[in-house]
């Protein structure tokens, strides 16, 4: 390239090589955005596919993946639900290595943002920040998906998957596995539906070309291969958005350990605690 420029150095061969370097720049740039975004800190590495339904592919902490699986589904009324990534083209922001922010807009009808940061630790933590935007003039019945599946200790045999649940609706998931390992997520808006399932039935659901309805099978396990999805049932007034947010853990055992028996205690309290008449 630069023989070809040194040959090309006056008048309109000047500008034929601009053109050429340009080419070249836009080639790289796209290169760029066609590869998985990382996010980084301390002991864990999240890799994430913002151009594919891969979504999230793996969560590695020490070097172990813990993740097989995390991506989102949108569905406008009863029409089939789709990946988010098909909304648009993502527009992806990264601050710090720990911090990354993917968009998909489509003017005139909706959006979807997630906004990720990671935290590595002996207790390793995301934190995954989503806005649903309706850019309609009129009110949208949308309904959202979250799917996963996890690979504790790098592997998905002899895996439980169980769902939380309060008076609001279903607000956590988590899964156990051997050698006491763990993967806790929680949600600050409850979820209208989940499903606990055997990969890939949900899946196979949410891609099938028809609306879905999760059966609100709320554990599954211990078994091989085990999936969760949570649905969402949103009527978003014109103009405004709905905000989601995810707050995932997957300790260590001994982490998960301390924390299980802080649980224990708390739930023995409130067990001796008198009834008032």
């Known amino acids: 390239m630069k023989g070809f420029c040194s040959r090309l150095a006056h008048g309109t061969r000047s500008t034929a090589c601009a053109i050429t370097l340009s080419v070249a720049a836009l080639i790289g ?12 800190d301390g002991n864990s590495t999240i890799s994430i596919d913002p151009f594919s ?3 999230m592919s793996s969560w590695t902490v020490n070097a172990i993946n813990q993740v097989q699986q995390e991506w989102f589904w949108f569905r406008v009324g009863n029409t089939a639900e789709a990946p988010i990534n098909t909304i648009s083209a993502p527009v992806v922001t990264q601050t710090l290595p720990r911090q990354l922010t993917v968009a998909y807009d489509l003017p005139g009808a909706y959006g979807v943002t997630i906004s990720y940061n990671l935290t590595g630790s002996s207790n390793p933590g995301l934190t995954e920040a989503i806005t649903i935007a309706n ?5 949208m019945s949308l309904s959202f998906f979250r799917y996963g599946q996890v690979s504790l200790g790098g592997n998905t045999a002899n895996q439980s998957v169980l769902f939380g649940s309060d008076l609001s609706g279903i607000t956590s998931v988590s899964q156990s596995g051997p050698n006491g390992r763990s993967f806790i997520s929680a949600v600050t808006v409850a979820a209208n539906r989940a499903e606990a399932a055997l990969f890939n039935t949900t899946l196979a659901s949410l891609n099938n070309g028809t609306a879905t309805t999760l059966n609100n099978n709320m554990a599954i396990g211990p078994a091989n291969n085990p999936t969760y999805a949570f649905e969402w049932d949103f009527s978003i007034t014109a103009g405004n958005t709905k905000q989601i947010s995810i707050i995932t853990q997957v300790p260590e ?7 299980g028996l802080a649980l224990a205690g708390l739930l023995h309290f409130k067990r001796q605690r008198p009834i008032k008449a």
Not at 135 to 139: D, L
Not at 253 to 259: E, H, I, Q, T, Y
């Open 53 to 55: 339904q891969a979504g």
């Open 253 to 259: 055992p001994s982490v998960f350990a301390l924390a």
């Open 29 to 40: 740039q796209n290169n760029v955005q066609a590869a998985a975004s990382n996010l980084i």
């Open 135 to 139: 850019h309609t003039g009129t009110n």
